[in-house]
């Protein structure tokens, strides 16, 4: 399409005989669906295909059928959104998509995008990024369509190294007739994949800037760019946040006409799964921008059974053109009993599915009666708020999942299993039980994960998670996969309050890791559940940083190894692990029980929260467990979470020996409250009292420079100032810490005043980081906003955020050199000493041998005799110092006569030693001893190590 759209309608007019239509058939989410499938999603039998075909939808033979008998001319183009092989049927599990491949590859598509179950089909423990598996999928279909066909992820980054890197595009171009030809774009949604392959979520680009740059490299392509483009999303526009007082709807559709907006290039935008607005709604719709009309096209089908078709005209231009009675023309061809079959994929079709049965065929166990699995129907298993009740596996407990539960805690030996309700997909029927049976009833083949250390706190998460989409007003009709079911020992109560909202109660347990019948907060339990819930799917990001040890089975495998126990089991399979209780009058557990309303109790009780004064009523959190809050004043037209949350007041006396937690009133002075024996979660009100603090308040805020891109001034001129400006730190800032600083303070009802660090803290300081720290420590402003340096001087003056970032600094050093040289192997005998101890050493020896020559008794000598005396009296100072101890004990030894004899002189020095002779030699002697000792063991360490160049480098050379 064509940016051109000056003069469009008077052209349109003068070349109304050059349009050109354009016809997209559209199939989705087939996830493996090779065989037609039952109402339920489950794959029909060959008898039930046979014998009651309208019982049955889809499957590769009808769908072979429709889409050639649809492509009535080059302008029809068959496209397949993703999600073609993998998923929840038969035969991927066991033919690993080559039959999907084969009928991929017979249909006739000339276009396909990439899904997120396409890239998790490969997942493993030997290759956790999917893509390896990918890669050889589309290598085989290549050469079975012996062409280079690629499917398209517009918004991944791949580079050479990727294995998919030779089979994936960031677009694909589709002939047309008369030179024209049709682009197609597709964005991969992030939701899902940043569990299931968070190596490829990690080579996802913004939405915005891949969309630009692929319609910037279709424009500048050789042939010029498609006069057709048609994008595809799966799930929803990422990057986008909903703007929290828009409904679902709205705000999704505020988000797509965001992306629509700055997409000018683009003519069809087709929004694919089953999570589009409300779950399965479809819509379509044409939109003005910029001049140009848009089709926007929501469809949301699984398992392929129905084609969406696209009937179109453009002008020459690549103009969508419509009016209301003729085109676009937006319908769907339903692939139900009345659809013809091809022959020969029928042929291939059955081929493949007897292929399966005999895979599939082992008998691993045996049911008296049948385990239902059903997603959800009628039944008195829960009553809703919004009318009618219902059982099934995702919106109550069911048999087959707390099978599945159960078979996830005994395979891993962990405490608890858990099990989401969406992955169960069929009932399990009474008598011999197959491998096929078990693989339709858990068809995913996600990996067991256990999680070793997980608090009591984050399993009642859960579990609140697990509920919390029962308060919605079509949940028979549309129910959330995300229900969990529990494995035996665990006991779920839970009530709606009175504003509809799911309340989890008390949990019960009876495990061999404690002895405690109630889940305990601060216990640590091991959990068993799938790969998909561990990585936060299904919204329980609350596991997503625990963790957990790959058990190298998958659901399906430990299922299946559980049937040879099951039968002395079936009451516990059947028992009712999930249960609600009507109404929320409770009085809490026995061991903590809420206390009756005092007779001494006010008629008002003034309660101050988020700065404003209130009364509560007299009854106000006694006598039961109840959201006491939803009746107060700051709960009133709020959706805020602690409005919710049950408690009451307790007797601390009683609860002090109890597994429940309670606190000490802040509003009620010398009453003590619990939500924990409520089944409440007093963490939620906790942090909303923390924050009601501040509601309404003022805060003052400083920086100590400014520094683009964190914090700086932006001027009306749009000049940014940057740096340290005195009296300039107060307005027109801006930068990320502001903006994020100012968003916290709207979130948080409160306001921030900027004002200017004190002089006399510059003054005392020299950082002005510290100066601003300081004025925290004062009182003078109650926050620095920056990057900081949390040194000892600052922690000590007040305390800091978390980190948000951390910087890592790094020593390089060159590699030390081995010196093996003549020089240093010379010099090893003087290394034990530096060269100025030596000299110490040398010189002590000359003054301690003048010394020694002065004390001898009989010395008078001339200077100049003593001079050319000097160096024998050294070497006779010397030798005799080294042997001190010796040379005194022969003195001793000898007679006093014998001693005198031999005082004689040598050429007039006296060899007479005197007393203080001796203590010098006595000294000496010892200082020799220490002095050798020392020098032995340097040089013995000097030779038993290595010597290395000791070489000083420039910082440059280092780098």
Not at 259 to 282: K, N, P, Q, Y
Not at 306 to 334: H, Q, R, T, Y
Not at 415 to 441: C, F, H
Not at 590 to 608: E, F, G, H, Q
Request: net charge negative; aromatic share 10%.
């Amino acid at each position: 399409m064509i940016s051109i759209v000056l003069l469009v309608s008077l052209f349109h007019v003068l070349t109304a005989d050059t349009n050109f239509s354009v016809e997209v058939l559209f199939t989705a989410d087939i996830r493996g669906a090779v065989y037609p499938i039952n109402r339920f999603g489950t794959q029909c039998s060959a008898s039930q295909h046979n014998e009651t075909p309208c019982s049955c939808y889809g499957g590769a033979a009808r769908r072979q059928a429709a889409l050639a008998k649809a492509k009535s001319s080059m302008n029809t183009v068959a496209i397949d959104g993703g999600g073609f092989f993998y998923g929840s049927g038969l035969f991927f599990s066991t033919l690993g998509g080559i039959a999907s491949l084969d009928f991929f590859a017979s249909s006739g598509y000339e276009g396909m995008a990439l899904n997120y179950l396409d890239i998790a089909a490969g997942v493993n423990a030997s290759d956790v990024s999917g893509g390896l598996f990918l890669a050889d999928y589309l290598k085989s279909l290549q050469n079975e369509l012996s062409s280079p066909f690629h499917a398209v992820a517009s918004n991944l980054d791949i580079n050479s190294s990727d294995p998919l890197n030779s089979s994936l595009s960031t677009y694909s171009i589709v002939e047309l007739s008369e030179n024209r030809s049709l682009g197609i774009i597709s964005l991969l949604e992030p939701k899902h994949l940043e569990v299931l392959s968070p190596t490829y979520f990690n080579k996802m680009i913004l939405t915005e800037t891949a969309l630009t740059r692929t319609l910037k490299l279709l424009r500048s392509l050789p042939a010029g760019e498609p006069e057709v483009v048609v994008c595809i999303i799966t799930g929803t526009p990422a990057n986008v946040s909903p703007d929290q007082d828009l409904s679902r709807e709205a705000a999704y559709w505020a988000q797509l006409k965001t992306l629509v907006g700055f997409s000018i290039g683009v003519d069809i935008f087709i929004l694919t799964g089953a999570d589009t607005i409300d779950g399965s709604r479809e819509f379509a719709v044409i939109e003005n921008f910029a001049d140009e009309k848009v089709l926007v096209v929501a469809w949301g089908n699984r398992y392929g059974t129905k084609i969406l078709k696209l009937s179109m005209v453009f002008n020459d231009l690549g103009l969508l053109l419509s009016n209301d009675e003729e085109f676009p023309a937006v319908s769907s061809i339903n692939l139900n009993c009345s659809a013809d079959e091809d022959a020969a994929t029928l042929v291939k079709m059955e081929a493949y599915n007897s292929q399966v049965d005999s895979i599939l065929s082992n008998v691993v166990g045996s049911l008296p009666v049948m385990l239902s699995g059903e997603e959800a129907s009628e039944g008195d298993c829960t009553e809703f708020m919004a009318g009618g009740t219902g059982c099934g596996c995702r919106i109550s407990s069911c048999p087959v999942g707390q099978l599945v539960a159960d078979a996830l805690a005994r395979a891993t030996n962990a405490d608890i299993g858990l099990v989401n309700g969406g992955s169960i997909r069929s009932s399990i029927t009474q008598g011999p039980v197959k491998s096929k049976d078990i693989i339709e009833a858990v068809p995913f083949l996600n990996e067991v994960f256990v999680m070793e250390n997980v608090p009591g706190k984050i399993i009642r998460e859960a579990l609140a998670q697990s509920i919390s989409h029962l308060g919605q007003g079509d949940i028979l009709n549309n129910p959330s996969g995300a229900f969990l079911q529990v494995s035996s020992g665990i006991h779920l109560q839970w009530h709606f309050d009175e504003t509809g909202a799911p309340i989890v109660g008390q949990i019960g347990t009876n495990l061999k890791s404690s002895a405690a019948a109630i889940l305990d907060d601060d216990h640590m339990y091991s959990v068993a559940t799938s790969s998909f819930i561990k990585q936060g799917g299904d919204g329980y990001e609350m596991f997503e940083a625990l963790n957990h040890v790959p058990q190298g089975i998958s659901v399906y495998e430990a299922t299946a190894s559980l049937f040879s126990e099951l039968v002395t089991d079936l009451d516990k399979i059947n028992e009712t692990r999930i249960s609600q209780t009507k109404g929320s009058v409770l009085s809490g557990d026995d061991s903590c029980r809420c206390i009756p309303m005092p007779s001494w109790a006010k008629n008002c009780t003034p309660v101050l929260f988020e700065g404003s004064l209130t009364c509560a009523p007299p009854d106000h959190g006694y006598g039961y467990c109840k959201a006491w809050d939803l009746s107060r004043p700051y709960c009133q037209d709020s959706d805020r979470a602690f409005c919710r949350e049950p408690f009451c007041f307790i007797d601390p006396t009683q609860c002090h020996g109890s597994n429940f937690s309670y606190w000490a009133s802040s509003q009620f002075p010398g009453r003590y409250y619990s939500y924990a024996t409520c089944g409440g979660n007093a963490r939620i009100w906790r942090e909303a009292e923390a924050l009601g603090s501040l509601k309404h308040k003022t805060l003052r805020a400083a920086v100590a420079s400014l520094d683009n891109p964190m914090h700086y001034r932006l001027e009306s001129n749009g000049t940014i100032i940057t740096g340290f400006h005195d009296g300039g730190l107060t307005r027109d800032l801006t930068g990320i810490w502001i903006d994020y600083f100012l968003e916290v303070s709207r979130r948080g009802e409160f306001f921030l005043e900027f004002h200017q660090v004190s002089n006399p803290s510059y003054t005392e300081q020299t950082s002005r980081w510290t100066a601003c720290v300081q004025d925290v420590q004062q009182g003078l402003l109650d926050l620095c906003i920056g990057n900081f340096w949390t040194t000892e001087e600052r922690l000590a003056k007040t305390s800091f955020l978390s980190p948000s970032s951390v910087e890592l600094f790094y020593l390089f050093t060159r590699r030390p050199v081995l010196d093996s040289s003549f020089a240093t192997a010379a010099l090893a005998p003087f290394s034990p000493f530096t060269g100025r101890l030596w000299g110490v050493l040398f010189v002590s020896m000359i003054v301690v041998g003048l010394t020694y020559v002065v004390l001898d008794p009989l010395f008078s000598v001339s200077v100049s005799s003593a001079m050319r005396l000097l160096p024998r009296s050294l070497y006779t100072s010397m030798c005799e110092m080294f042997s001190a101890g010796v040379e005194i004990s022969k003195e001793l030894k000898k007679p006093k006569v014998s001693r005198k004899a031999e005082n004689v002189n040598v050429e007039g020095t006296s060899l007479h030693q005197s007393g203080a002779q001796m203590i010098l030699k006595i000294g000496w002697g010892l200082f020799i001893l220490m002095t050798t000792a020392a020098y032995t063991a340097n040089l013995a360490a000097q030779l038993t190590s290595q010597a290395w160049q000791n070489e000083e480098y420039e910082i440059w050379r280092i780098v």
